[in-house]
Each structure stands twice: as C-alpha cells, then as structure tokens.
DNA sequence: TGCTTTTGTCAAAGCGCTTTGGAACGGCGT
DNA sequence: ACGCCGTTCCAAAGCGCTTTGACAAAAGCA
C-alpha cells in the first residue's frame, strides 16, 4: 500500500494525502479526517527511504557507542538512552550506532557523519580538551553533546547539569553541619562531569580554610562494588572522614554497605550525600536510611536531548543553544551533624 | 556531487557508470578504472537513500539495546558489538538502535521491524522459551540470533557455541587430574548460555556420580568483584572445592585475586579453567598463572553473524541457517593433579 | 564478404514521496 | 452581472539512484 494507492482509494490526489498527513493547514478537516481513518483500516506507513530522498532528511541521529570497559559497565548510560529512545519514538526518528574502539571515536564519529545515514550527532562522555569537539564543529552537521569539556572553547551546543553548584552547595550543607573531615567517591578521574563535581567540591572547602588531599578522593567506574571498596579504605583511615560526597547513588550502595559493616550508623557517625540521577531501581528515599541527594534526572536529559536534536533537524526551533540544569539539593535522613567525639579535630 | 554530475564529467551515461560502481561485469575495465579514479577525486559518495528508495534495501540491520543492568554491565557485549561493527563497516552497513525498557523487547522489537528502517534484525542474550523467537518467526523479516533458546522449537536461524560440550571437556579434564569437589562461576541464570554451560559440567560430573549442589554455584553478571565476592564464599567452605569453572576470564580475575588473599596457590590447591571469549585487554596467558581456557573468541562471531546478515539481505547466500561452534580446550597452568590432602576425599 | 554473437554503452522508466505552481470553486463587493 | 480573493484541490516536476531493453561497435564464423 503507498501513497498513490491510498489517494486513488479515497478518490484524492496524492498531494492532498501527503498534505493531511504532515499536518498542512490548507487541507480541509473532514477530509483529513477522511485520510487519518483510511490510513487506520489500511495500515498504510509511509515509505521511509522515499521520504528521505524527498526531504534531504534521514529521520535519524547517530551516536557512536566506545566499547571501553569504561562506558559499558554503566548503568547510567542505559538509563540516559532510555530518555533518548523515548523521544525518538514518539517522533519516529531512530538512531544509528557505530560501535568503535575508544581509540578511535574521532574517525567513527566522521565515517558515521559522512555516512549520508544521520541528519545529526551526539556526543556524551566529555573528558577535558576533548578531541571530538574540533572535529564536530568542523562538520557542517548540526550536534549536541551531553556534559561540556573542560579546556575547550564553549562554543558548542550542550546539554549539561551544574556539577559544580551541587556539589558546592552539598559540601556547604555539610560543612554548616560542622563537618571538617570530607572524602570524595567520583566518576572516572578523565571525565568532565568528575573534574567539575570535585572542583565545586574543591571551592566550598578553601572558602574555610580546608584541602582535600588526593587519597581522600576516589576516581573509579561507578558500580557498587567499587564504591564498597573505596569507601572500605576511608573508613580505615587513621583520621576517618565523616562527610562523604559521592557521584552516584550506585557508589553510595557499596559504600553504605561499607558504613554497616564497619558497625558505623550512616547519618550519626558518617554523614553522606550522593548525586541522584534518578534511577528507577535505586531510589534514595528507600535506602534503610533515606539519602540526602543532588536530584538531576538523567532520563529527563535524554528525552531533552533527543528534543532539541530532532528539533533542529525539523527546524522547529529556536532552541538555546546551550542549558545548564540546576541540581535539586534533596535533604533526607543520611546526613546529620558531625558527632560529638570528632567536633573540633580540625580538617584534614 | 551526484551521479549525473560524475557521469557527465566523465562523459559518460549514469548507467554506465552505476555499473562501474556496483561491478557489473558488463564494463570495460579500462573504463571502471577511469570511473574509479574520478570517484576518488571528486570524493562522490553515492545518496544513500536513493539507493535505498532503488534497490529497496536499507543497508542497515536492527537492534534492540536492553537497557537493563545486567546487559550494560557487559563488557562481554561490547566485544561482540565491535565485531559486529567491523564487518558492517566493511558493507557500507549499519545499525540501528532501539533502546527498549527489558520489559518491552518484543514491542520494541516489533516497532523497529515495521519501522521500515532495517532490512534484518538481530538479537542477543537468549533466555529459555524466548518470546522474541515467535515474533520474529512470524514478521517475514530475515533475523538471526546469537545463541540459542533453550524450551523454544529449535527452527530458527542461529550462531552458537557449543556451551554444554565446552563445560563438558572442561570439567572431564578436572575428573582426570582427579579432582572431585567442583563450583561454578556462572553467568545469570535465565541466559541460555549460562544454563548449558551448567548442564555440560553437570553431565560430566554425574557419569562419576557426582553432583552440584546449588550451593556449589554462583549466578551473577560477569564482573570481576563479582566473581571475587562469590568465590571468597566458596573458599570459606568447610570441604572447599578444589575445581572451579568459570564462564568468564572476567570472573576469573576476581576469582582469582580471592584464591591469592586466602594464601592459596592457583594450579595447586585449586584448579580453574575459565571460558575465554578472546577479550583484548584480559589475556589468559597473561595471568601470572596462565589460565587453562575453554576458547570461543566473541569478535569472531560477531563478524561472522554481520556476515551472514548482510548476505541473507544481498541475497548472497545460502548460509547454514545454524551454525554451532566447537570450543578449543587449551591447558595452561591454572590446572593441575588435586593436591594430596584432598585426594579421596569424596565429591561433595 | 555477409552473417550472427558478443561487448560496451546509452536513454528512459521507475522507486514513493514532497512540493511547486496553478486551476476550480464558491463567496464577496461593486 | 463582473472581477477579485481565499480556500481547496490537483498535475507534474523533481529527489538520485538502479535496472530494463535497445542499440551501435567489435568480434567471430562461414
């Protein structure tokens, strides 16, 4: 069933279809009505390649996805295309993926846009300086990249949560309680994201006066297990910290088992706020002791995204070429005062 | 720079040229030469959706990404991607993603099919009585599928190891050299590979009238603190095992790094033998004790699955609708005679 | 030499859609 | 009655490629 089919059915020219299809107003309601329910019984679909010669348009955006160890094993990532996939849908756009060596994600992302099979890019897993942003920009196709780089000129359209602000404003909460012992649970130590959140951490401490030493800071791929280990080895610590600030909610898994098993109680004795990017199988609020949290919703970023991508394309626009999302500084029970015996030991 | 333009360049028809281009035999060579020279510098790329909108063809085969935990936590199917991707390259393929909720992979898998966006779709990560496979069966779509489905009619097209013998000569070795107390470092149960691979160890320990219990046996995603967690646990057991399979070099490692903090020496007090998909960066010849491996490189596969893809969809075949890979057994040093004091001690 | 094959090339007809430039039609004012 | 406008629809021209059917030119055969 195609388009000249349909219109000898309904005893109309193929214009008049395609227009009460696409939505053009100078096409009369009835008989687009007429259209939408002869699309129904026939279960006519347009054809996909006729309507990318036509337009010039791929109705798809392409990504390539690192087969690094590294991006893998991250839940986040899932939860982040989930919220891409859910827009894409909803407009029928699709995405094309190049999976590709770590080593080479600049050359992927050039062969998938010369590939003539995408009308955009996107880009995630910013490090500092990051090479691909050159090379983006000098491709006369439109992109978007999730997070910022460091180091670069910021110059380029971008999604990205004030990483800094949340954890200045989580290292203030903490610091106003009375801590002065801090320890950091991060993201790998090449991303953007980590750099940023330890910077902001970073900033609030010296404005009193305080360092963070490197081995009171943890740089690792964002699993549970990981963040147990980590956690493990603060806990032990001649001077242990009582204010933990971590970059998941999956770090703060492992290192609350930690806190148990080292018969510690989380919110008395060790005080710790998790960024929460609201994962649907890991909710702070159901933590044995609900978790203080900086709230961005990673989903939301992706649907977002995928928003202004298919946006652009469409040319729907104006979007802003650049947004940055505050982060919601949630205060549940994992945070408390610096107890008692550790008041006044000064920072570390 | 299209076609015409390039014919018209060379002087001659777009026919002509075409079929110098897709290497019709109907041309002089002489003549494809000079159209072949003219291509590279004028850097002329045929449009990909006039080609598509001509010949029908898509030239992309679709997937399904899970966005499920266990499947991102997977380096396991990042190699396997890059395989795929490699050969994809090579055809001017691609892919097309469709992130789905895990609980909706068959709708997700449905909406990409009719999204006529693919020519082929592929599927991974079988579980027993898949409900993917009568979808696919009834979508007169060609598909193919990595691994199998144990419980479903076994009438589709497929590429699988052989799981059940790999495990099986595996754990026949370990009877010879005499061991009797064996465990198992298994991937998630549902996964249909990790079921066979369990009923290939158990096959060969009951022809000795042995058998597993359920305790002597770990399910989990394949990351190395996972197999250290479990095999920690199989260490601490009062008759400990002194054979261990592993279904991943992955889990080993972990593994491995628990037989060395309980003082243990690996190819001594405990045997291993780990099933090695050929993961660039885990060699098992490497491990200070090299790794005796059941060996099945998942690269391979993947190239070969995108090769039989992209022939079903040119048309190029006949491929062997099923093709089941034999494993190599290859002995290192993780091997060895069960140590003396835990000679006739009975199986567990 | 005249005839049939083979070889190398071409013009033109799609593939199924979007979109441009008009045309038919009714309603309005004069 | 006429001309003019806005609305609603249509015919036809692409989009850039592949492929069919035909045709010259070259080659093989008698």
Redesign the pocket.
């Known amino acids: 069933?195609?388009?000249?089919?349909?219109?000898e059915l309904l005893?109309?020219?193929?214009?008049?279809?395609?227009?009460?299809?696409?939505g053009?107003?100078?096409?009369?309601?009835?008989?687009?009505e007429r259209v939408l329910q002869a699309v129904k019984e026939t279960g006519?679909?347009?054809?996909k390649?006729?309507?990318r010669?036509?337009?010039?348009k791929a109705g798809s955006i392409g990504l390539v996805m690192p087969t690094a160890p590294d991006h893998y094993s991250d839940v986040h990532f899932g939860e982040f295309l989930t919220g891409l996939g859910e827009e894409a849908v909803r407009h029928d756009f699709h995405f094309v993926i190049m999976p590709a060596d770590p080593n080479d994600e600049v050359g992927a992302l050039r062969r998938l846009a010369i590939s003539g099979n995408v009308d955009a890019l996107f880009v995630a897993y910013m490090r500092g300086h990051d090479p691909r942003l050159p090379m983006l920009k000098s491709l006369s196709m439109p992109f978007l990249v999730h997070g910022r780089s460091i180091g670069s000129e910021p110059d380029y359209p971008y999604l990205d949560i004030d990483n800094e602000g949340a954890f200045y404003d989580a290292t203030r909460l903490l610091l106003q309680l009375g801590h002065t012992r801090f320890a950091l649970l991060n993201g790998p130590e090449h991303l953007d994201f980590a750099m940023r959140r330890k910077n902001g951490m970073i900033a609030a401490l010296s404005e009193r006066g305080l360092s963070l030493p490197d081995d009171h800071m943890s740089h690792t791929t964002m699993t549970d297990e990981l963040g147990q280990t980590a956690m493990e080895r603060f806990l032990q610590m001649p001077e242990r910290p009582t204010a933990i600030l971590c970059s998941s909610t999956v770090l703060a898994l492992g290192a609350i088992r930690a806190v148990n098993q080292a018969g510690l109680k989380l919110g008395e004795d060790v005080s710790l706020i998790a960024h929460d990017d609201v994962l649907p199988h890991l909710k702070p609020e159901n933590f044995s002791v609900p978790l203080t949290t900086t709230r961005s919703s990673l989903r939301a970023a992706g649907v977002r995204i995928a928003q202004r991508l298919i946006g652009t394309i469409k040319q729907d626009g104006p979007f802003p070429e650049q947004e940055l999302w505050k982060t919601e500084l949630i205060v549940r029970s994992s945070t408390g005062p610096v107890p008692r015996a550790d008041q006044n030991l000064g920072g570390v």
């Not at 005893?11 to 696409?22: C, D, F």
């Open positions: 069933m195609n388009l000249k089919q349909l219109s005893g109309l020219s193929q214009t008049t279809v395609s227009r009460a299809l696409n053009y107003p100078e096409v009369n309601e009835a008989t687009r006519y679909r347009p054809n390649a006729a309507q010669l036509a337009t010039g």
